[in-house]
């Protein structure tokens, strides 16, 4: 074969290769991650901003529900911090702690393998949920174990946690998933300021998946949200920081659609100074009366992973997906003396 011939035949190759790839179908998407919660093959829409309806001295209607980032690789644990800012984790085997300012920048915050969720004390110390402890991780300066297993308590299946207002914390014990319901022990756990952990509530047989947790404004009842029935708990609490007189707590609105699409209904939870509870629900958060009357729903298009109010006056509702996050300006405020 001449030069010439060689050089038609490869441009004939050419222009037949361009042909058969401008015909050939688009390649398929790659497939969605499966999220906790989320029932197998159920593909949501991609986020979005949205607006919210009207909640009367909760959020106005027309309010714009704004999304702040789609690109989050696994967030969870968000909580309003003193400085104003909201902080959320990462979650993976190198886990941070996230920081978005009140201008919407987000920056690294700090970082520490293992952590499950994080919230904060009136001192601005960052406490994190890690495999078997609780511990402080921000400032450096004043890092240090809270407690752990070696206490004599495991902490392996803790799951989510509220600072109170004079230090002590109370964390949900979630069990193991993907059991049936009422198969193993769950409850609450409690660890006062300076001293051991214990719990303090057994849920085996009331609650199938206790998960968000955080107390009243006043801090004379704590609220467990359960992601595997359709309410949640609430107990009274005495002085030494034991729990009395536990009852069925906000009645969710789970449609059919949600009951089919997600295997995990609520998930974490927020409370605002009014005493307003607001629970973490697929693609949004339902709000509740201080007498547990549902008042409304703000919307997102993913299930939501946990609530927090943040902002220099706690102005703004923040509303975490796995993959993305929302905030809202609301006419509630959250309560300025706590994380959440």
Not at 134 to 163: C, Q
Not at 248 to 271: H, P, S, V, W
């Amino acid at each position: 074969m001449n030069r010439r011939a060689a050089l038609a035949v490869a441009v004939t190759a050419l222009l037949s290769s361009t042909v058969s790839t401008q015909n050939a179908p688009p390649a398929a998407p790659p497939p969605q991650r499966q999220v906790a919660g989320v029932a197998p093959g159920v593909v949501l829409e991609p986020p979005r901003d949205l607006v919210a309806t009207a909640i009367p001295g909760v959020v106005a209607a027309g309010e714009k529900v704004e999304l702040l980032s789609a690109a989050l690789q696994g967030g969870d644990g968000v909580i309003g911090y003193t400085d104003g800012s909201a902080l959320y984790v990462e979650l993976g085997p190198n886990a941070t702690v996230q920081r978005i300012s009140p201008d919407k920048q987000f920056s690294t915050l700090a970082g520490r393998p293992g952590i499950k969720s994080i919230g904060a004390d009136r001192d601005g110390n960052v406490i994190a949920l890690l495999p078997d402890s609780l511990e402080i991780i921000y400032p450096p300066a004043n890092a240090r174990v809270l407690a752990s297993g070696a206490d004599g308590v495991s902490m392996r299946t803790l799951n989510d946690f509220v600072v109170s207002s004079k230090g002590d914390i109370y964390a949900s014990d979630v069990g193991q998933y993907n059991q049936p319901k009422y198969n193993q022990p769950t409850g609450v756990f409690y660890l006062p300021k300076g001293g051991r952990g214990r719990q303090v509530a057994d849920t085996t047989e009331t609650m199938a998946l206790p998960n968000g947790i955080v107390l009243s404004p006043d801090e004379k009842r704590l609220y467990v949200v359960d992601s595997r029935n359709n309410s949640g708990m609430v107990w009274d609490v005495a002085s030494d920081g034991a729990l009395a007189n536990p009852r069925a707590f906000a009645k969710y609105r789970i449609d059919e659609a949600m009951d089919r699409d997600f295997t995990l209904q609520a998930n974490g939870a927020a409370i605002d100074a009014d005493g307003r509870l607001y629970v973490a629900m697929p693609l949004g958060v339902q709000v509740f009366s201080p007498g547990g009357t549902y008042l409304g729903t703000i919307p997102t298009s993913l299930k939501i992973q946990s609530v927090s109010f943040a902002g220099p006056k706690k102005e703004y509702l923040y509303m975490l997906a796995v993959r993305a996050i929302w905030r809202v300006k609301t006419i509630a405020h959250g309560y300025m003396p706590r994380a959440k």
